[in-house]
């Protein structure tokens, strides 16, 4: 079985879960991207591109629910992990506070231009979207941008550059998800990682 983790924020959770769930996996190497582990094989990969890995054919993989929403991504979520949890949410600097309703015509500094641009026509707003792909918190210090979407997990990102956190998008946490045919064709395998997984959380170990 092939198991695709985020690097980042939720590389040591997911680790820990699958080694307390009896899935003995070894931390990788160096540089290393794939790891060899009796049936398992363990692949390394950006967050933002996991879900992609499982549509296409990897069996499992751990990703935020951010990335899987806004990747639109067709994978089965049997469970929501306890770990990762924090909010995608619409920050902007503090001397410049605006209601959304007001944001017209704004640039928006983001990694989640769907989710992004979702809100914003929920709202009836239109926006102009700036795509980046980390650091976003520098787009407002520096003037290309009047607001961002971003992650929010403890706040101190955006406390350290004057922004506040104005509305929060969605709730996130990290999701176990499982390519589709691999749930068909492997269906015992997949049954019993999540089982054990399950216990692990009902557990709390
Ligand atoms: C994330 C996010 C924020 C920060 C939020 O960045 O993009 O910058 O963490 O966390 P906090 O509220 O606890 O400060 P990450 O370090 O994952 O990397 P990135 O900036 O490259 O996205």
Redesign the pocket.
Known sequence: MRIVLPK??LFQGSLEILTKAGIGLKSPENRELIVKNGRYELLLAR?FDVPVYVEHGIDVGISGSDVVEERESDVFVPLELPFGK?RLSLAMPKESITDVEEMEGFRIAT?YTNLTKKFFESKGVEVEIIKL?????LAPKVGIADAIV???????????NGLVEAEKIMDVSALLLVNRISQKMKFEEINDLVLRIKKVIREGL
């Open positions: 980042g924020r967050a924090c990694k792909s980390g650091a976003i918190e971003d992650v929010v997990e403890t706040g101190n990102t955006l406390r350290a």
